[in-house]
């Protein structure tokens, strides 16, 4: 089976800072998988890589064999940290940019979404709150039909029931053999959809192994593993 990421010694370089330091990855498909480490770790910086937003100062990243590009942002569905859609858009404006921007687009599945999370269709994004902007955001990258998404920080900002409903979402919402990669904080709410974990501490990885693996042999949750390998 082929990576549907791969990195081979990725590095990034901001200046003098060393955002990623020779990253060797590979990630297969039909698997959630979290990317975990404290804040300036490298999360986003692997992230936007993937998206083709920055370029390696180092190495190389693959996207389904493909360095990113027109076409891998074709198959790529990416939440970023902040929305990035114009606050004077409504939903249900918003869904129709994304129906006409990505032929992979599911309205069908967005409209669905939007009923099941109590958001309006004609409500613009600046009258919305930051965890109801946060769910239409949400609502638009899982309604694509994408290989691989990636996910930076996407129950950072909402309550707890509502996270439930995200992550259901998140799990309902895509392909058996489509990717899922989670950069999140809260590692006890994702812990239970993931099939495997990411630990990245200063830009290189310190682990990547399944959520079961991590539970037979370690005895403990992701969680208690994560405080443990970032003690300070």
């Known amino acids: 089976m082929s990576s549907i990421l791969e990195c081979k010694?990725?590095?990034?370089?901001?200046?003098t800072k060393e955002?990623?330091?020779?990253?060797?990855?590979?990630l297969e498909p039909g698997r959630i998988i979290g990317l975990l480490g404290p804040n300036g770790s490298g999360k986003t910086t692997l992230i936007?890589?993937?998206?083709?937003?920055?370029?390696?100062?180092?190495?190389?990243?693959?996207?389904?064999?493909?360095?990113?590009?027109k076409e891998t942002k074709a198959i790529v569905s990416y939440l970023p940290e902040r929305m990035a859609l114009p606050t004077w858009m409504t939903a249900k404006q918003a869904i129709d940019y994304y129906q006409d921007f990505y032929a992979d687009?599911?309205?069908?599945?967005?409209?669905?979404?939007?009923?099941?999370?109590?958001?309006?269709?004609?409500q613009t994004i600046r009258s919305m709150s930051k965890?109801?902007?946060?769910?239409l955001?949400?609502?638009?990258?899982?309604?694509?039909?994408?290989?691989?998404?990636?996910?930076?920080?996407?129950i950072g900002g909402v309550d707890p029931a509502t996270r439930d409903y995200i992550l259901k979402t998140i799990i309902g919402?895509?392909?058996?053999?489509a990717t899922v990669l989670i950069s999140t904080h809260l590692i006890s709410d994702v812990e239970p959809v993931l099939d495997e974990v990411v630990f990245l501490k200063e830009g290189s990885i310190m682990l990547h192994r399944s959520v079961d693996d991590i539970r037979e042999s370690e005895g403990k949750s992701v969680d208690e593993l994560f405080r443990q390998v970032f003690a300070y």
């Open 137 to 154: 955001q949400l609502i638009l990258v899982m309604s694509r039909g994408a290989k691989l998404y990636l996910l930076d920080e996407p």
């Open 19 to 26: 955002a990623l330091r020779g990253i060797d990855l590979a």
């Open 48 to 69: 936007k890589l993937a998206c083709g937003l920055l370029t390696p100062t180092g190495g190389e990243i693959l996207i389904d064999g493909k360095k990113p590009s």
């Open 105 to 122: 687009f599911r309205r069908y599945a967005a409209e669905d979404m939007l009923e099941k999370l109590g958001l309006e269709e004609t």
């Open 131 to 135: 965890g109801m902007r946060e769910k």
């Open 173 to 177: 919402n895509y392909s058996e053999d």
């Open 9 to 15: 010694a990725l590095h990034k370089r901001y200046g």
